[in-house]
């Protein structure tokens, strides 16, 4: 079985791990403590409020960790305040959270919880269809470097991008009814894992 961990700070947690649960194969697992990292082999940030959930990250002392194993490989997919999680640069601010991929982003860059909106986009490298996109709050990518390839963009600005190993989504797939992002996310660990077992 392959263990997704979903950090259980704050935000979305709950959406996420019945997400998971419908995928054959996989065994989603809360994450509070350093030790439930080490466990797993994907990790996902959750939506939610990206200031708590930062504070909270250091507060547990969850962020070496999980910089230490996204830098080691380990596949990670932020969500939303993810998104801005992983970022290097936050506009406005001067300060980031774990500083994993080569984006700039802007927080609630749709506008406020008034502004949420529902859309679907053709992402050709997550599925064949058109997909459901859930926008609460959500941050834009507004800049980012040529290692970062965007999967999807709505009005000229990047929604969703992937670096290597680290995924980013401006929306919530977990809101949705629709598994592909997360079955998107569940290769990327497989195939990390494959790559383990032959080196």
């Known amino acids: 079985m392959v263990r997704i961990g979903v950090l259980a700070l704050q935000g979305s947690v709950a959406e996420h791990m019945k ?10 697992c809360e994450i509070r403590r350093p030790e439930e990292i080490e466990t ?12 708590t959930i930062g ?3 250091k507060e547990f002392n969850l962020s070496n960790i999980i910089i230490e194993k996204a830098r080691n490989g380990t596949p990670v997919w932020g969500t939303c ?8 640069e936050i506009v406005g601010e001067n300060y980031v959270h774990l ?11 749709y506008g406020s919880q008034l502004d949420s909106f529902f859309t679907k986009c053709k992402i050709p490298d997550v599925s064949d269809i058109e997909i459901p996109l859930v926008f609460i709050r959500a941050p834009w990518v507004e800049w980012l470097s ?11 600005k990047a929604i ?23 079955r998107y996310f569940a290769k990327m660990v ?3 894992m494959e790559k383990d077992s032959r080196s």
């Open 99 to 109: 500083g994993l991929m080569d984006i700039s982003v802007r927080r609630n860059a």
């Open 190 to 192: 497989l195939s990390r």
């Open 19 to 28: 997400m998971l649960s419908r995928i054959e194969g996989l065994t989603p």
């Open 146 to 156: 040529k290692n970062v390839k965007v999967l999807a963009h709505i009005n000229g």
């Open 40 to 51: 797993t082999s994907g990790i996902i940030l959750p939506g939610g409020e990206s200031t």
């Open 55 to 57: 504070k909270l990250l």
């Open 81 to 88: 305040a993810g998104m801005i999680l992983l970022a290097k």
């Open 160 to 182: 969703a991008v992937r670096q290597d190993n680290i995924l980013a989504t401006s929306f919530h797939p977990e809101l949705t009814d629709d598994l592909s992002f997360h």
